[in-house]
Nanobody
Framework: QVQLVESGGGLVQAGGSLRLSCAAS????????MGWFRQAPGKEREFVAA????????DYADSVKGRFTITRDGAKNTVYLQMNSLKPEDTAVYYC????????????????????WGQGTQVTVSS
């Protein structure tokens, strides 16, 4: 069983920064890719960022590109989302997700690719 636990959310003013963490645990944990998604009130959950373990390549939604950075600490089995220049429209519950296995057709922006999900952490950006 794999557990993902997010932390680091909170209330911040527009223009501020937050760093979210996603700690993975479980005897069977392995990672091909990790993703961050978010869900704002009344909206569907959407892709934010993804990182591939092999090679460390990343992918970002256009709405966060240049402001958010996804990184990982392999020794700690932790993935981070550094969020800078936050905007009120970034307000959402942020979820991390894990895709354990390689696939030649893997599409990191699809929620269906991810097998494990955290419980989410609230990020609120005030104007």
């Amino acid at each position: 069983q794999v557990q993902l636990v997010e932390s680091g959310g909170g209330l911040v003013q527009a223009g501020g920064s937050l760093r979210l963490s996603c700690a993975a645990s479980g005897s069977t944990f392995s990672m091909y890719a990790m993703g961050w998604f978010r869900q704002a009130p009344g909206k569907e959950r959407e892709f934010v960022a993804a990182l591939f373990r092999i090679g460390g390549s990343t992918d970002y939604a256009d709405s966060v590109k240049g402001r958010f950075t996804i990184t990982r600490d392999g020794a700690k089995n932790t993935v981070y989302l550094q969020m800078n220049s936050l905007k009120p429209e970034d307000t959402a519950v942020y979820y991390c997700a894990s895709a354990p296995y390689y696939s030649s057709t893997f599409y990191p922006r699809s929620q269906r690719e991810y097998d494990y999900w955290g419980q989410g952490t609230q990020v609120t950006v005030s104007s």
